[in-house]
């Protein structure tokens, strides 16, 4: 159900409301509803049928309603002048005078402009007041900085802004991002100001500031950021993108998260779920999820079945109800599609447990 929010013409601060509009809006039983209100809604979404129907039916109740209709249901201006020339040229074919004026005068306070040919026939128009004016270069320039430093330069590059007015912005966002500890940020925008020939000056104070900016990095921990800098700055067979990634590799707290990952990984790779020979599919599922110590063994057993097998055994297997999951046998399962016991061990992280031999 559509509501359509109102205000009535008499009481400015009530709001009240109509369902469903499309329906109620223009027609005659719509018309005591909204005779006495101003509507506040946008009617996005209408068809170009449904348009035309509103547009008709408005026709019905007078010849204002139209216009009032189409500027609220997005009618096309062409349309809409066009209707507003014939009904003033009807109005005064009939010697409506009034009629004329009072039109003229709703028009004009709805932006349009009127005006007479040398034959005095009526033109209608849109005022170019109301028309939206194109941004202006520098108005697109400050809509952009609110998207990113390097973005409004660029643009301001291209827009031919002057170049005090980017180098002003640069150098507040410079300090900015330094203030913040962002120094990879502030490194970019000072290189992108300085490639583009604003003064940000001398190659030796922008040399300094990147020196003493990659040295802050290393001094907070900011291993990534050094090293970027670095590759950017000096490249990779430099001493200082060399001492940045040497400095991350033996930070104490990197070189623990690369050992728990290394041990991860070697426990993982040599994982697998151990079930009897005469396990079931249900048995198989509990011992692929008891065994997952939160280290993703689940994952790797459920990606091996999609990776190695057909698509329509994994999906076979996992869409077995309970009864088929607890009645039908590992082996036998694999068995009807082609697999023998060897195959399961090899594509999956299986292992069937071996029986002890009785004396």
């Known amino acids: 159900m559509n509501i359509l929010m109102v205000r009535p013409l008499n009481n400015p601060h009530k709001i009240m409301s109509i369902e469903n509009p499309k329906e109620n809006l223009a027609d005659n039983r719509g018309k005591e509803k909204v005779e006495n209100f101003e509507t506040r809604a946008s009617f996005e979404g209408f068809s170009d049928e449904e348009k035309k129907r509103i547009f008709e039916n408005a026709k019905k109740v007078g010849a204002w309603r139209p216009i009032q209709e189409g500027l609220r249901i997005g009618i096309s201006k062409s349309k809409l002048i066009l209707y507003a020339e014939e009904v003033l040229a ?50 697109q320039f400050e809509k952009t900085k609110l998207t990113g430093a390097l973005a409004a330069i660029e643009l301001g590059f291209q827009l ?9 912005f640069a150098k507040t966002t410079i300090a900015e991002n330094i203030n913040m500890g962002r120094y990879l940020e502030a490194i970019n925008i000072l290189a992108r100001a300085d490639m583009g020939g604003l003064n940000m000056g001398s190659s030796e104070e922008i040399e300094a500031t990147t020196t003493g900016l990659y040295g802050k990095c290393l001094q907070e921990k900011k291993y990534h950021a050094a090293i970027e800098i670095a590759r950017m ?81 994994a999906d076979e297997l996992l869409e077995l109800d309970l009864a088929g999951r607890q009645n039908i046998k590992v ?12 195959d399961i061990e090899i594509f999956l992280p299986v292992k069937f447990k071996r029986e002890r031999r009785k004396n």
């Open 90 to 139: 009807e109005k005064a074919n009939t010697g409506d005078a009034e009629g004329v004026a009072n039109f003229k005068g709703a028009l004009e306070r709805h932006g349009f402009v009127t005006s007479k040919d040398e034959r005095g026939k009526f033109l209608v128009n849109i005022s170019s007041a109301n028309e939206k004016q194109p941004e202006s270069p520098e108005e």
């Open 160 to 168: 031919r802004i002057s170049g005090g007015k980017i180098e002003e």
């Open 233 to 313: 700055k000096w490249g990779k067979q430099s001493e200082q993108y060399k001492g940045a990634l040497k400095a991350y590799e033996e930070d104490p707290e990197n070189k623990a998260l690369r050992e728990a990952e290394e041990k991860r990984e070697k426990e993982l790779e040599k994982w697998s779920a151990k079930i009897s020979k005469d396990a079931t599919i249900a048995d198989l599922l509990e011992a692929v999820e008891e065994s997952d110590e939160n280290l993703g063994q689940s994952d790797i057993f459920y990606g091996e079945l999609h990776d190695n097998f057909n698509p329509e055994v």
């Open 331 to 342: 082996v036998d399962f694999f068995k009807k599609h082609g697999y023998s016991k060897k």
